[in-house]
């Protein structure tokens, strides 16, 4: 088993909906979360943490759920510029070693 | 920039070349990783540089692949007798030591002909 995994998509949504990502981890990449967002051809880049309480960005809301280890992320009124790869990552214990999941692709459409 | 530098951006190269990739990390980040990405896919773990600690080379497919963090800082990829499964996107990231997140070059392209 991986230690972060993610549904690939892609999700298909109109522009203005709402949509959810939801990813799990394992003991290995438990020490804290991001999420990242790969644009085509592009680096990955850091969209936001995910503190323990949750928080939110703007339209963007993460979550932990330790109890059943797993994070969320909400897009809420997509963006046509929402379209996207979005990467779930843990930090292992273990000299802080990060772990990425494979990705979720979002497909906003007009 | 302060960002993460990777050199070259591009390189082609023929197959049974060897090939050395460059990462100039953030400067003071004690941690560095590098990953590939074939295309339409996911990132592969290669091997990750954190601190003084013995690099972690668990994600290196094969002997061919070496890498080496001199000083702390500066970090070169090496591929012996590319092989053309060996095209991809190479990516560096480094952070800081502790609960940060890692920041991205912006990769080497690989295309072995």
């Known amino acids: 088993r991986k230690e972060v995994e993610q549904d690939p998509g892609p999700f298909n949504v109109p522009e203005g909906a709402t949509v959810a990502f939801n990813c799990t981890y394992s003991?290995?990449?438990?020490?804290?979360f991001f999420w990242y967002r790969q644009d085509c051809r592009k680096e990955p880049k850091l969209l936001m943490s995910?503190?323990?309480s949750g928080n939110e960005d703007g339209r963007f809301t993460a979550q932990l759920n330790r109890a059943s280890q797993y994070i969320s992320l909400l897009i809420r009124d997509s963006k046509l510029s929402d379209s996207a790869t979005y990467l779930c990552v843990g930090r292992g214990y273990n000299f802080n070693k990060f772990y990425f999941g494979s990705g979720t692709k979002l497909n906003v459409k007009p | 920039g302060a960002g993460v530098s990777q050199s070259p951006s591009n390189k082609v190269t023929e197959k049974g070349k060897d090939v050395e990739l460059r990462c100039d990390p953030i400067s003071g980040h004690t941690a560095l990783y590098w990953y590939r990405q074939s295309l339409g896919q996911g990132l592969e773990f290669l091997i990750y540089f954190q601190g003084n600690s013995a690099p972690d080379k668990s994600g290196l497919p094969s002997d061919r692949f070496s890498a080496e963090r001199t000083g702390g800082s500066v970090s070169t990829l090496t591929i012996q007798r590319t092989q053309q499964e060996d095209s991809a996107v190479y990516l560096c990231a480094s952070s800081q030591d502790g609960n940060t997140e890692a920041f991205f070059g912006q990769g080497t392209r690989l295309t072995v002909v």
């Open positions: 995910v503190y323990s």
């Open positions: 003991n290995s990449a438990s020490q804290s």
